[in-house]
């Protein structure tokens, strides 16, 4: 079965400052790869998903991603973080019955 | 086109009692997932259902935790004489299909506090 490590379980960063959260995945066939945004006392947001074609992916709000299958990882990063990208960021391996894993989650904090 | 609609939102119940939380996938969605999110956890698969059917429940505890997702009406998650640890917050998701280019969309996720 699939599984998900995220290395960090809090991030504290600058606003403006760079960002890359760190996932790794276990899975034995072609993974389908996916980070979501947590608010607080909020659902689920879909940032980017990986299924194929270019390793680089781009998301919403600013981020991308990158699968490097030789590192079993799938980072995602920002450029230049936002007081408003203060969540929690889980990635996500899905299977081909569309049965997600998750990681343990990120929580991001950015300071002013 | 509403998304994944669950409710309630916040569920208050005492130790023994029963809770059934609702999902509605989005429309023309037909497979539907439930998540447990504990505390400074992250997500935890529970079940995965079609309709009329249970796919995959291999993370459904044991005893007291049901899922359903009839024919016509919201999808069920029942979970019988809840216990202070059943407090969490549970996330349902629905896709349109199963298998490869699709995604799930999450709902507001319902909390579950047991007092």
């Known amino acids: 079965a699939q599984s998900v490590t995220q290395p960090d379980i809090h991030i504290t960063v600058s606003e403006g400052a760079s960002l890359e959260l760190r996932c790794n995945y276990s899975?034995?066939?072609?993974?389908?790869l996916f980070w979501y945004v947590q608010s607080p006392g909020q659902g689920l947001q879909l940032l980017l998903k990986?299924?194929?074609?270019?390793?680089l992916v781009q998301g919403i709000k600013g981020f991308e991603a990158e699968f490097k299958r030789s590192q079993s990882s799938f980072n995602l990063r920002k450029p230049s973080v936002h007081w408003s990208d203060a969540a929690e960021y889980f990635c996500?391996?899905?299977?081909?019955?569309?049965?997600?894993?998750f990681g343990a989650g990120t929580r991001l904090t950015v300071k002013p | 086109n509403a998304g994944v609609m669950q409710n309630p939102r916040h569920l208050v119940r005492r130790r023994g009692q029963e809770a059934r939380l609702r999902c509605s996938p989005m429309?023309?969605?037909?497979?539907v997932y439930w998540y447990r999110q504990l505390p400074e956890e992250g997500l935890k698969f529970m079940v995965y259902l079609q309709k009329e059917n249970i796919i995959d429940e291999s993370g459904m505890p044991k005893e007291r935790f049901s899922a359903e997702f009839p024919k016509e009406g919201p999808s069920i998650l029942r979970i019988q004489q809840v216990v202070r640890g059943d407090s969490a917050a549970y996330f349902c998701?629905?896709?349109?299909?199963?298998?490869?280019?699709?995604?799930?969309?999450f709902g507001q996720g319902t909390r579950l506090t047991v007092v």
């Open positions: 996500a391996v899905g299977a081909l019955n569309n049965d997600m894993r």
């Open positions: 429309k023309g969605h037909s497979h």
């Open positions: 899975y034995g066939a072609t993974p389908y």
């Open positions: 998701a629905s896709s349109p299909m199963r298998g490869v280019n699709t995604e799930a969309f």
């Open positions: 990986y299924f194929s074609g270019d390793t």
